[in-house]
């Protein structure tokens, strides 16, 4: 082999060695930030479900004990069942977040 055709050869190699590593810095990196994206998406998530619940837990007790109550347009609300349907609506939403993370 001639002198300028290894040459060729050794920077071929090293350039193909650069990109590869190049290429798997980035992906590691957009990795890394989809995972803390995703787990602070989880903790926002977990943050409002409790203060969902915190909230009905509070207008429960300001309730008096008495569960219903009448709301602004005249119609009368049971608090225990808002409070069970929202909580099935959090582990609904909660279901389907799981969904979406197994899927990407």
Known sequence: ????????FFVGRALAQSINDKL???LTYTLSELGK???EQGEKLRQFT??????????TSNAGGNTTTVSADGRTVDVQETIDELRAEIARLRAEIQRHRHES
């Not at 409790?50 to 207008?59: K, L, P, S, T």
């Open 1 to 8: 082999m001639t002198k300028p055709a290894l040459n060729s």
């Open 37 to 39: 994206i995703n787990a």
């Open 50 to 59: 409790q203060e969902v619940i915190e909230r009905a837990a509070r207008e």
């Open 24 to 26: 798997g810095e980035t």
